[in-house]
């Protein structure tokens, strides 16, 4: 598909003009008959009402005295004032009926089941609720309309010719419009070959077809409805804000990936390098996490993500609901992103089956994504052979809507969705501790905090305590161990001191660390970042309303030409108030 512009369809012919209805009923032979000899005015009084009045017997004899003049000039007058007399019409009208459908290329061989695109055997598959007009060779919007369920359409359109037209599909359908990356304010469509419109009905079927690559759009905005429909089956009333998707199937750098607080979503189409616009788990993950932004709360610091590391556990939490996400939506576990993949020669570059309770070479726990996709997947589905729950999607949809985890602060993830879940269905709290316990996670439903290593450590008044953190290499921040977070509540206003020592670093010239304080909403209220190595402190003291608070122990700086210096170092923490 190409992208649409606003102008007319180029290459389109005239309109061609109908007849009058006012010549339909002149006699044959009316201008060559012997009535037209048969008086000085013969031939006027049977045209007299078709020809303006100013046209007085009188003065058109006294004008025009000789009566072969007359006739020759009274048979232009008819066909003039049948053009352009305002009685006259040249109205037409009608309806285009037809269907819409789009080449889908399927992301798994059917017969085999081995991941990879079958280029070589497209389905055909309905655009459903797309925007469709019926535009004329001006450019002129004679109808538009949406597809049904079906992909059909039907457009009545009016006009005062009969017009040469064109039907164009646009890749605008539900919540989403699929524009060009490079040129965003073009939409993709796809457009049938242009016609002259007759009166009456007329079936006009468009296909966008994968050869032009016309048909990845509309296959993407398939995919999304498909999320749609997940989401309203839980939440019916929901409604779902715009979102813009820029994909080109020209070369572009980077990956498929969603934008947080620009609702726009970025997928690949390069098919020499990587294209994901028949990749539905890529499209729904995107879109998972256009959703947990939109209607939920998710705290990812983003970055960089993959198994063999222990992540940051917010970033863990939302990477891993995000293909949950893709994988309920979908009724499928099997997780795949096609491409070819150098190291196996395979068609798929990634492929994660979630039914898994452990994955090769990932460090199971709470900080990874895989086992955060996995625990839900089994909380989600049916598969009692399995130890899986059952619970449905609903209830996950619920808690991830609720209050309580809107209440939460900052650093959700897995622990924090498995105490809310728990809590609103005790009877479920032994089989979720299995479910976790089997994924490497040890969970006690009734224990504050439910797990032996959380990610946000209580702190006592005048009690010390020691950590590692660590930002140097592979993955940087995104490392469970870049930074240790501290809370602790006041229950009545009160000087408060934080005072963090730099013990040890197995990098000596690296180990400068930073202390932060934020409220309960994520605020930074203080910080101590002085350059210093091991051995120096850093302190905070502040006078502090009731409440909770979080200290952060940060292992890396945010320079002023832009950069990041990474760092790795102990400490010893103690807060007194």
């Known amino acids: 598909a190409s992208p649409a512009g606003t102008g007319r369809p180029g290459g389109l012919p005239h309109a061609v003009l109908t007849q009058s209805p006012n010549l339909r009923g002149a006699k044959d032979g009316a201008f060559g008959s012997k009535a037209c000899h048969s008086s000085p005015t013969s031939g006027y009084s049977e045209w007299h009402s078709s020809l303006h009045p100013f046209l007085e017997p009188e003065v058109f004899m006294n004008i025009f005295p ?22 006259a019409t040249w109205a037409a009208d009608g309806r285009v009926h037809g269907k819409v459908q789009y080449e889908k290329i399927l992301y798994r061989n059917p017969e085999t089941g081995v991941p990879g695109l079958c280029l070589d055997r497209p389905v055909l ?52 419009v699929v524009v060009d990356h490079f040129e965003p304010e073009r939409v993709y469509a796809v457009n049938s070959e242009a016609w002259p419109l007759p009166a009456g009905e007329a079936s006009k079927d468009v296909t966008a077809g994968d050869g032009t690559r ?40 980077g990956s498929s990936f969603f934008v947080r607080g620009k609702s726009e979503a970025y997928i690949l189409g390069d098919r020499a390098k990587d294209s994901d616009e028949f990749d539905d788990f890529i499209i729904l993950h995107e879109y998972g996490h256009y959703l947990a932004h939109t209607f939920s709360k998710d705290d990812s610091p983003g970055g960089p993500h993959g198994g063999g590391h222990r992540l940051d556990p917010r970033l863990a939490w939302s990477e891993g609901w995000a293909t949950f996400f893709a994988a ?38 709470y900080w990874s994504e895989f086992t955060v996709s996995s625990v839900l997947w089994a909380i989600h589905d049916t598969n009692a052979d399995k130890g899986h729950l059952g619970a449905g999607f609903v209830e996950i949809w619920k808690t ?9 602060p900052r650093y959700r993830n897995l622990v924090d969705f498995v105490d809310l879940l728990v809590k609103d269905k005790p009877e479920m709290g032994s089989r979720v501790a299995k479910v976790l316990a089997a994924r490497g996670v040890k969970y006690s439903p009734a224990a504050t905090p439910s797990v032996a290593e959380p990610y946000v450590r209580p702190i006592a008044s005048g009690t010390p305590l020691e950590g590692e953190i660590d930002s140097l290499g592979e993955l940087a921040l995104s490392k469970l161990e870049a930074r240790a977070v501290f809370s602790f509540t006041l229950t009545e206003r009160k000087k408060v001191k934080i005072h963090m020592e730099i013990t040890d670093s197995r990098v000596k010239d690296k180990a400068d660390l930073d202390l932060w304080l934020f409220d309960a909403a994520g605020k930074a209220l203080r910080f101590s970042n002085a350059s210093n190595g091991v051995g120096d402190t850093e302190t905070i003291e502040a006078e502090l309303a009731p409440g909770r608070y979080f200290v952060e122990v940060q292992s890396w700086a945010a320079l002023r030409n832009g950069g990041i210096l990474f760092n790795t170092g102990r400490f010893r923490l103690r807060v007194d108030f």
């Open 66 to 87: 000789y009566r072969e003049y007359r006739q020759r000039l009274l048979a232009v007058a008819l066909v003039a004032l049948a053009v352009f007399d305002s009685g």
């Open 125 to 176: 598959r309905p655009v459903v609720g797309a925007r469709i007009e019926l535009i004329d060779n001006e450019g002129v919007v004679l109808a538009s309309g949406r597809t049904d369920a079906t992909g059909r359409y039907s457009l009545t359109w009016s006009a005062t010719s009969q017009p040469t037209a064109l039907v164009r599909v646009f890749a605008d359908a539900d919540n989403a």
């Open 214 to 253: 016309a048909s990845g759009p509309f296959n993407i905005l398939a995919v999304i409805r498909i999320g749609n429909d997940l989401i309203r089956a839980a939440e019916p009333t929901v409604v779902f804000p715009r979102l813009t998707i820029r994909w080109t199937s020209r070369p572009r750098e």
């Open 328 to 365: 309920a939506a979908l009724n499928d576990a099997r997780y795949v992103d096609t491409g070819a993949n150098p190291l196996t020669g395979s068609g798929a570059l990634v492929e994660i089956d979630l039914n898994a309770e452990r994955r090769d070479g990932d460090r199971a726990g």
């Open 400 to 408: 991830l809507r609720s209050k309580a985890w809107s209440d939460l």
